[in-house]
């Protein structure tokens, strides 16, 4: 069956440190992955999206890695603050249909 | 100037009711969306419009019924409330379908 996981147990982190949230899923070929972040009470907004064939991309603290082969992407934070205390979403686009699927989300808190 | 926005906030009503949730987009994406989150968390695409037309159903019960006036609107009635339809609902827009911009949220909950 198609699954896609994400760490359910929250992650918490002391400010400064580097932030690794795990995107696991079987039985999907994704065009692409995208990650989002979602506060309490606020809809998921964009944050990343990486191509299959890309490996690694970058947005100011933000890096995700994508291998196709472990069926695996990682998000990570570095330089933590508590203003990145948020639930942090993947996304599979398998570029054909025109939707995503959705893991669960990782809560992250990072403390002072 | 919000670029997603819909209503209500919050609806709280009985079973057996009838309720409508407004979303309107003013970043001139082709494709919106409703998704709906339960309280696991997780999102699930119920439709999606393009340029008015439906062209993602997943399996929702026929009392769910999107409407798209035009490229900017996608409502969506639910007809006869039940307890599981309690969820946050999620409008979402996109051009290219790629990045989705989303809404804050209607928080459904069925009495």
């Known amino acids: 069956s198609q699954k896609i996981e994400q760490n359910s147990e929250a992650l918490n982190i002391q400010e400064g440190k580097t932030a690794t949230l795990t995107c696991n899923y079987t039985?999907?070929?994704?065009?692409?992955l995208q990650w989002y972040r979602q506060d309490p009470g606020r809809g998921p907004v964009f944050l990343l999206l990486?191509?299959?064939?890309?490996k690694e991309k970058r947005k100011e603290r933000l890096k995700v890695t994508f291998d196709t082969t472990l069926k695996q992407s990682l998000f990570h934070i570095t330089a933590s603050q508590p203003a990145d205390s948020a639930t942090y979403l993947c996304?599979?686009?398998?570029?054909?249909?025109?939707?995503?699927?959705f893991g669960q989300g990782t809560t992250l808190q990072v403390k002072p | 100037d919000t670029a997603v926005s819909q209503t209500p906030k919050y609806l709280v009503t009985q079973m057996g009711n009838d309720k409508s949730i407004k979303c309107e987009q003013n970043?001139?994406?082709?494709?919106m969306y409703w998704y709906k989150q339960d309280s696991k968390k997780f999102l699930k695409i119920m439709f999606s419009?393009?340029?008015?037309?439906?062209?993602i159903n997943e399996t929702v019960p026929n009392r769910f019924s999107p409407k798209s006036p035009d490229k900017a609107h996608l409502n969506l009635h639910i007809n006869s409330l039940e307890l599981g339809d309690s969820a946050v609902y999620f409008c979402?827009?996109?051009?290219?379908?790629?990045?989705?911009?989303f809404g804050s949220g209607t928080q459904l909950s069925v009495l």
């Open positions: 990486i191509r299959e064939n890309e």
């Open positions: 039985n999907y070929s994704p065009a692409y």
């Open positions: 996304a599979l686009d398998q570029g054909n249909t025109g939707k995503l699927i």
């Open positions: 979402a827009s996109s051009q290219g379908g790629r990045k989705l911009f």
């Open positions: 419009y393009n340029n008015k037309e439906l062209i």
């Open positions: 970043l001139g994406h082709d494709t």
